[in-house]
Structure formats: structure tokens, C-alpha cells
């Protein structure tokens, strides 16, 4: 079974600085790999998903991340944190089949002002 | 505009009353899929179905059950509640494909007293 973990289920960063929020997956076969952010009373919406090709996959509000098959990570990393960015930040994988998607457990992300 | 409906969007109830979240998508998607969501524990799967009448189990099926009778809608269906399937309940839908996004609804919060 394929699992994702998140390490980190709090961070806090000042407004401006860099964000880094930590993905490592286990998967017997090259993986599709997901990042989904939750805001307050919303349900998830993808920021960006690595399907082939580039390893750096950029997605939406200038979130992008990296695919490092040899560390099984896919970490999620913004430039420069913005009080809007404070949500929840979830990790997830996909089999291959596209049956079933493993989520992790979560990173809830603070920007400071 | 395109969207995944849930409803109720909250609902507290008693032990062993019946009730039935709905869930219905726009997007002429295959595929639709519950989870359920709690502190420390991200989103776990309860089921998922493929199309219409082929369903099958997720991580944590035990005391719900589904249905799809139509593309669009896929009810997830307690028929016996108890305390611990207190939760936020999540409806999502996608193409199918491994490749492909999961689109979400806004939520079900339900309470089991």
C-alpha cells in the first residue's frame, strides 16, 4: 500500500519569508503526486501535481515543488510567505489505476505578520 | 459553474438514526469518492465508485454504505451511527484517470451524540 507522510503538522513562518512544507511518499512504482490546500469551511483545491516529466512542477499562488525520486519527496516550497497563504496543506498520491488517493495527515501553515 | 454539492453541510444527530449525505457533481466526472477527514489523521478514504453501479471499498469503510444509481450523484449512507463516525465527511470527483485532480465539495460536518 502506498502511504504519504508529512513531517511537520504546524509551521509557522514570517510573512515574506520562504515556505517549506515536507512530503516523503512510499510507492512501489513511479508515483502521481499531489498538493492540495485546504482554507477555513472550504473543501481541498490542488495547487500542483507532478505527473511525468520536469521534476519542479509549479502551481498556483506561486507555490511550486520538487519530485526527488531518489529521497521518495516531494516537498512544497514558496519564495516569499503572504498572510493569505495560512491554510492547511495536504500531501497525496494517487495508484495507478487512479482508484485511490492516500493523503497526508496534514500541515497547518501560520504566516506571521 | 462547475462543483461537487454536499449536503447537509452540518448536521447533528443521535445514535442509530439513519441518514444519508448527499453528494452530486457537474462535470460529467466517472469517478466520485468519500473521505473523511479528522485531527492528526488527514483524509482517509471510505469509498469510492468508478462509475455508475461499481463501487468499492476505501481505507475505512465499516458502517457506511454507497450507492450510484446516476453518474452525478454517489450518497454515502449511515445506516447506524455512532459517536466515532463523528467527522468532516468530504465528497470528491475526478476523470478517473491516476493523472487526474480530484475536485471537492465544501464538506459535511456531522456530529454523533
Known amino acids: 500500500a502506498q502511504s504519504v507522510t508529512q513531517l511537520g503538522s504546524h509551521v509557522s513562518v514570517s510573512e515574506g519569508a520562504l515556505v517549506l512544507l515536507r512530503c516523503n511518499y512510499s510507492s512501489s512504482v513511479p508515483p502521481y503526486l499531489f498538493w492540495y490546500v485546504q482554507y477555513p469551511n472550504q473543501g481541498l483545491q490542488l495547487l500542483l501535481k507532478?505527473?511525468?516529466?520536469?521534476?519542479l512542477v509549479k502551481g498556483i499562488n506561486g507555490f511550486e515543488a520538487e519530485f526527488k525520486k531518489s529521497e521518495t519527496s516531494f516537498h512544497l516550497t514558496k519564495p516569499s510567505a503572504h498572510m493569505s497563504d495560512a491554510a492547511e496543506y495536504f500531501c497525496a498520491v494517487s495508484s495507478n489505476t487512479g482508484n485511490q488517493f492516500y493523503f497526508g495527515t496534514g500541515t497547518s501553515l501560520t504566516v506571521i505578520p | 459553474e462547475a462543483q461537487v454539492t454536499q449536503n447537509p453541510r452540518y448536521l447533528i444527530t443521535v445514535t442509530g438514526k439513519k441518514l444519508t449525505v448527499t453528494c452530486s457533481q457537474n462535470m460529467n466526472h466517472e469517478y466520485m469518492s468519500w473521505y473523511r477527514q479528522d485531527p492528526g489523521l488527514g483524509l482517509r478514504q471510505i469509498y469510492y465508485s468508478m462509475n455508475v453501479e461499481v463501487t468499492d471499498k476505501g481505507d475505512v469503510p465499516e458502517g457506511y454504505k454507497v450507492s450510484r444509481k446516476e453518474k452525478r450523484n454517489f450518497p454515502l449512507i449511515l445506516e447506524s451511527p455512532s459517536p466515532n463516525q463523528t467527522s468532516l465527511y468530504f465528497c470528491?470527483?475526478?476523470?478517473?484517470?491516476?493523472?487526474?485532480?480530484?475536485?471537492f465539495g465544501e464538506g459535511s460536518r456531522l456530529t454523533v451524540l
Open positions: 470528491a470527483s475526478s476523470f478517473g484517470e491516476s493523472t487526474g485532480e480530484l475536485f
Open positions: 507532478y505527473t511525468t516529466g520536469a521534476t
